[in-house]
């Protein structure tokens, strides 16, 4: 296969520096563009929408950590060994997240979101406005460790 260059568009600003679990709830994070590259009229319109989507580059995972296997989420040998293609784990093959995010505020360059799980300095691959035509149809569902994993993720309490 072709191998794919992507440049970022932004980058990630907020008091997290440390990839960890459990800590992004009520997180405010700016997402500064790169000015040599885009001006205002690229996000005008965007403060119309509740949410955006934003797609990241796990940046501060080393090549040598990425998984191409099954694993138990978290090394919890009390869930299921599962594929990284059956889990949001950060040292996945491309090292790519996607998150939704409230949007807060569009100011200049700079995008104010909440609830973002990237930590500081993480590269932006791009922005999309959240539109629910885009949201799964019908009932979603998920494995019970699935559900467990993620109760406590969007906590605060962890947050230096």
Known sequence: MEAI???PVGVVRNSITQPVDDVWGGL????ELDSNRFTPRAIAGLDTFS?????YHF???PENDICLDARHPRGRSDWPEVGVFAQRVKNRPNRLGVTVCRLLKVS???IEVEGLDAIDGTPVLDI????KEFAPSGVTQQPQWATELMSHYWNSAGRK
């Open 51 to 55: 949410h955006v989507e934003i797609i």
């Open 59 to 61: 940046h501060s995972v």
């Open 28 to 31: 405010i994070s700016t997402i």
């Open 128 to 131: 999309k406005p959240y539109m």
């Open 108 to 110: 200049g360059l700079s």
């Open 5 to 7: 260059t992507l440049v």
